[in-house]
């Protein structure tokens, strides 16, 4: 172990552990501030009933669908950068694996939150594991998530112990005493010999191919919730590949956004260099220009085809949500594509820029998927209640949206008290390495 | 004055009918269950006694007195997932002759108790095409024989029974409501607050049934159960009784007989000199309600219209057929 | 000046007298108005039908009706008297009505009825009436007629014979015909008309439909009627042929398929290998954990 680098290394990052500085402090009551009125929210819909909400007997999915797929897209920020630069052994990736894969596991844990606000009788929720039917997607989708989310954690934890057992050893540490045995607990007794290298490196290479397949499968399987149906607009035979890579597309903006954030936080200009944008940027470009291309090929063949109920979900589309569909579907395509791939355009400002409207497209995509289908079924919606005919999101649901961001955020936050922000034992090892070509 | 005596004409018809019938009944032997179209009061009120006189003159009890006319309950929990024994249910539609009355859609909300949200069987203005005539279309739940709605709960709340009935079980349904997206035909309802249950009608149904989805659970979905509580009685469902001009007919596909109350007749008669067809058959649904094409209509659209509560009317007023009326003032 | 004073006051005297006396008659009548209001008997419908039945029995149904304040309601729990012979009433049976208002009366066939001259029996059912109710009463007359019912192949065809006959005077049997005869298939709910045939040299034929479900072996019970006929009433036969098509639900328990409470086959093990797995690697990773945590 170099240990001088080592030591550097810890000095550097370990202060952002050590102080919390005021504007933390801040923040973090800005988001328990809304998570509390998320919390109020949650306790009206528990009390009055779903009715609070702007789902009615048609539209029966609403936002609450739509956040639990958005925040599951999010999570494959980690299955890509960890899972496949992982399998590539590409350096550059180091400074922002930690970030990535907490990414994944957070927004892995807020996604099947949503679920729950969409039932209608929490007290059974059990029965999704006593009673379950096989045949029924959504059973699919309890086994996969379940089996998604002790992946990433498995994966998580892997990559912690080098950096928890460094932090261990770190003598300079000035942290509270429990903290210290947190440490020390979950660095497993990590002394960096020969066999323990090695078991940890098998493990986070089967882990890290694991983690790719299963985060394909879930977001198929997710994908397929809507693709069994019958209802025009979900019935395409794209949606499995096209949720996938719609997902990988968010959780690169989601990423580009959290590491341009950290960046200017904490500084990190020296690890995380317009390099980094680039590459990651080139990512978005490449995804994007799929997500582009899925998007196109599902609209296009539906289009073309004189389906009635395709045309009618497509005049729906290009009418009532003629400005969110321009947004989601050809700005969130386009800008992207044209900031990374023009140099001139290219540098870290404008890159993040665009990742933030990557990721705000994706949610509108989700959103324009799942709603207008359910306001175009194949016997017409005849009825006078306005909230029938077509669906009005309430308070209530946006607060639990904004909950979920909120807390979101409160966990990234708090993760970054526990562990560094940049992986120390890999950049160690990069260094290593380095050291020992030369 | 007039009116009051023809009403009570016909309410003495139908007491003569019921009458009538339970007398035919007794004849058969065959137990009454198979030849009444009657009425559930008569059946748990009536403590019959038929009176039998010999040759001789003496005047004993016939032995048919003992025909119990309790009515079945409604199964409960499991027994609720068995079908009729030896029977597959399936129902008519004939769409010549229906005038939106709504007299089916009033008795299903009347003998379930359902809010007036909530209606199980809906009547929709359909019109196919720019140049087709409009028609009105009542649409129960059609039972499908590949149900797509079962395929997807993911916790087996909602089940095909043998005898072809799609029921729901409140009691396990966790509000999901997956199985709304999945019916391409909208046949669901969701309870989306707690729904308002007198309790003397509570005390009446008794414990919660699948066959009656009575009293309804907030948080879960409810559908036309083809009322299978009055199938166990061997009655007819109350939108067929209800309809004044005998639109629905209701049958075993097994006895290849329907029937709308008045009229019975061999399915496969039906569907061969009206040429019954299935809504949306290309889905693959295999719907256990038959459709018969608006022929030879008795009345004309409009006359659904008559005697609509605003509301109601409302409803149809973003249709084409009124769009195009609309159009030509 | 004093004689029309008294003259007119006289008058005066009588025309009060008068006025108090209309007063008076008027309040009596009123009085026995409400009074008689009341205790106003109620008016009431009844209706009587006649049904001749399969085990030969004849079955006479009596209706009491009465215009309740909304719907027809039963006139139940009263006594009905039946008398047959039309000149002079005897008293045969007593039947009450039950909650529908219905009373029924069978008579075995083998009861000498008194007939008239063309043949006819009589029936009266009389309901005296009570505090609530005025009387009323309803009569019938039919001829007793019996129909047979078998089945035969005729010519490699299947056919329904019907066939009616009554007993005359000498007590010999008569053929009847030149009448219609309906035949029907019990259903569920209801009968299933089947056909119906014209009484012609003793029988009436129907052919027997083709594919007709039967029970379960394949056995279809035949109802034969004269219906609503104004000299014979109504008049039922069953009998049953096994020349049904069986009855099966072929629905399976053992089915699988999307919909069914077992998954098909493919699924199932398509889902247990890709769980295995994942869920293998998983665990040979946690193990990797401890033993490292061994290690050390």
Known sequence: MNNSKVDQLLKEFTPELENTSKSWYFIFLICILIFAFGIYGLVTQITEGHIVTGMRDHV??????????????????????????????????????????????????????????????????????????????????????????????????????????????????????????????????????????????????????????????????????????????????????????????????????????????????????????????????????????????????????????????????????????????????????????????????????????????????????????????????????????????????????????????????????????????????????????? | MNKKQKANESSRRKFLKIGIGIGAGLATGLGSRELLASDSEIEKKTGKKVKLLTAEGKLVEADESSISYKTVKPALGEEAKEGLPNRKFVMVIDLARCKNARKCVDACQEGHHLPKDHEWIKLY????????????????????????????????????????????????????????????????????????????????????????????????????????????????????????????????????????????????????????????????????????????????????????????????????????????? | MNKQKKEKMRNQYYISQLFFILCFFTTIVMVAETEAEEVEILEIYSDMSYLKQSDGNMQFTVVFTFDGEEDTEAVSNVPVSFYTNEDEPVKIAEVYTDMTGTAVLRIAPDYKFPLNYDGYFYIKAVFDGNEKFEGSESEISYIDISLDLSFDEIEGKKYIVAKAYKLNKSGGIEEINDEDVFFYVPRMFTRLPIGSGYLEEGKALLEFPTELPGDTIGKVTVVARIEDHSVFGNVEKISSVKWGIEKINTYSEDHRALWTEIAPKWMMITLMIMLSGVWGHYIYTIGQLFKLKKDA
Not at chain 1, 147 to 173: M, P, Q, V
Not at chain 2, 150 to 172: E, F, H, M, W
Not at chain 2, 190 to 195: A, C, K, R, S, Y
């Open chain 1, 60 to 438: 029966v999915w609403g936002v609450y669908i739509v956040n639990f797929i958005f925040f599951m897209g999010l999570s494959y920020a980690g299955a890509l950068i960890s899972g496949v630069l992982h399998l590539f052994k590409s350096e550059w990736r180091k400074p922002i694996i930690r970030m990535s894969e907490l990414i994944t596991v957070i927004s892995l844990v807020i996604g099947p939150v949503f679920i729950l606000f969409c039932i209608g009788r929490l007290d059974r929720l059990h029965y999704l594991i006593i009673y379950p039917r096989i045949q029924s997607p959504i059973t699919w989708d309890v086994i996969a998530i379940s089996t998604d989310i002790i992946g990433c954690f498995i994966f998580l934890y892997l990559s912690f112990i080098e950096d928890f057992a460094y932090l261990r050893d770190y003598k300079n540490l000035n942290v509270k005493p429990w903290r210290k045995k947190i440490y020390r607990i979950l660095s497993l007794g990590y002394k960096g010999t020969i066999i323990q290298k090695a078991r940890i490196k098998r493990s986070k290479n089967i882990m890290a191919a694991m983690i790719i397949a299963i985060a394909i499968i879930v977001y198929s399987v997710l994908a397929w919730i809507f693709g069994v149906t019958l209802q025009p607009g979900w019935h395409s035979t794209i949606f499995g590949p096209y949720f996938v890579i719609a997902a990988v597309y968010s959780g690169t903006g989601l990423l580009i956004i959290i590491m341009w954030i950290y960046r200017e936080i904490y500084h990190l200009e020296e690890y995380i260099t317009l390099k980094h944008f680039v590459n990651i940027g080139t990512l978005l470009l490449i995804v994007g220009a799929f997500y582009g291309y899925f998007t196109f090929s599902d609209y296009l063949t539906k289009w073309y085809g004189s389906v009635k109920m395709d045309k009618k979900l497509i005049d729906a589309l290009f009418t009532n949500y003629y400005g969110l569909f321009i947004l989601a579907n050809y700005v969130g395509v386009l800008v992207p594509i044209v900031v990374v791939g023009f140099r001139r355009f290219r540098n870290i400002r404008n890159i993040t820029i665009s990742a933030v409207i990557t990721v705000i497209a994706l949610w509108v995509n989700r959103f324009l998927i799942v709603v207008p289908t359910l306001e175009t079924p194949y016997i017409p919606i005849q009825d006078t209640r306005s909230e029938w005919l077509t669906y009005s999101s309430t308070w209530v649901e946006w607060s639990l949206t904004m909950a979920g961001v909120a807390v979101f955020c409160m966990l990234f936050m708090l993760a970054t008290k526990l562990v560094p922000i940049v992986s120390i034992s890999e950049l160690a090892e990069e260094n290593e390495r380095g050291l020992m070509r030369e």
């Open chain 2, 125 to 329: 203005l359909l019109q196919d095409s720019e140049a087709t005539a409009p028609y009105w279309f009542p649409r129960p739940c059609f039972h499908c024989d590949s149900p797509l709605c079962v395929s997807v709960c993911p916790v087996g709340a909602t089940y095909k029974r043998s005898d072809g009935i799609v029921l729901v079980d409140n009691q396990r349904c966790i509000g999901c409501k997956f199985c709304m997206t999945g019916c391409p035909y909208s046949a669901r309802v969701f309870n989306w607050t707690e729904p308002h249950v007198e309790e003397k009608t509570k005390e009446e149904i008794g414990p919660y049934s699948p066959e009656t989805n009575f009293p309804p659970v907030e948080g879960t979905v409810g559908k036309c159960v083809f009322c299978a509580d009055n199938l166990r009685n061997n009655k007819l469902p109350r939108c067929v009784t209800a309809c004044p001009m005998g639109v629905i007919y209701f049958g075993d596909v097994l006895e290849d007989t329907v029937t709308n109350g008045s009229d019975t007749i061999r399915l496969s008669t039906l569907l061969k000199d009206k040429s019954g067809y299935r809504y949306l058959e290309e889905l693959g649904t295999q719907p256990s309600v038959y459709y018969l094409p608006p022929v030879n209509r008795k009345f004309p659209v409009e006359r659904g219209f008559k005697g609509l509560e605003p509301e109601v009317k409302e409803r149809y007023s973003n249709t084409q057929y009124m769009n195009k009326q609309k159009d030509n003032e």
